[in-house]
């Protein structure tokens, strides 16, 4: 919602706006082996979709995905996987994933699996989605005020 932390589906209210540069999807259930194929097969629909409409738009590239977790209390083995093979899929793209609000038991068995620590440092989860984009959006200011080296030129 404009001015505010609070984060809504916009074609649900047509008047949010989307943040520049994140893509911000809510996972409202467990991931778990009846919706991991599922669950991989939206995530990456999503960011297909959000990558063609920055493209059109003109606005700044995608950069951050930002899953918020927080609906969902559970992870399997099989969510495990989807997890990886999802950072896999956005390393390719050079996109950056963002955990909100894991449950504990989530947190657990993704420290378990190395999930977080190998794959994802914990420096990117995140209470809120609120947080999240607030240090996401950091970043992107911060390395598009940064100027050029004066070696940057000599390539």
Not at 19 to 42: K, S
Request: charged share 25%.
């Amino acid at each position: 919602m404009p001015n505010s932390p609070i984060y809504r589906n916009t074609e649900q209210y047509p008047y949010s706006r989307t943040v520049p540069g994140l893509l911000i999807l809510e996972i409202d259930a467990p991931i778990y082996f009846a919706n991991a194929g599922y669950l991989r097969e939206r995530i990456t629909s999503w960011i297909d979709e959000e990558e063609e409409r920055v493209k059109t738009s003109g606005e700044n590239s995608l950069q951050y995905v930002i899953l918020d977790m927080s609906a969902g209390g559970n992870i399997d083995t099989s969510g495990i996987s989807m997890m990886e093979e999802i950072k896999k899929i956005m390393d390719r793209r050079k996109l950056k994933l963002v955990l909100v609000n894991p449950k504990g038991e989530v947190v657990k068995k993704l420290t378990r699996s190395k999930f977080i620590g190998d794959n994802l440092d914990k420096e990117w989860m995140f209470m809120t989605v609120g947080e999240a984009v607030e240090a996401c959006s950091y970043v992107l200011h911060t390395l598009r005020t940064v100027p050029a080296s004066k070696d940057s030129n000599n390539v």
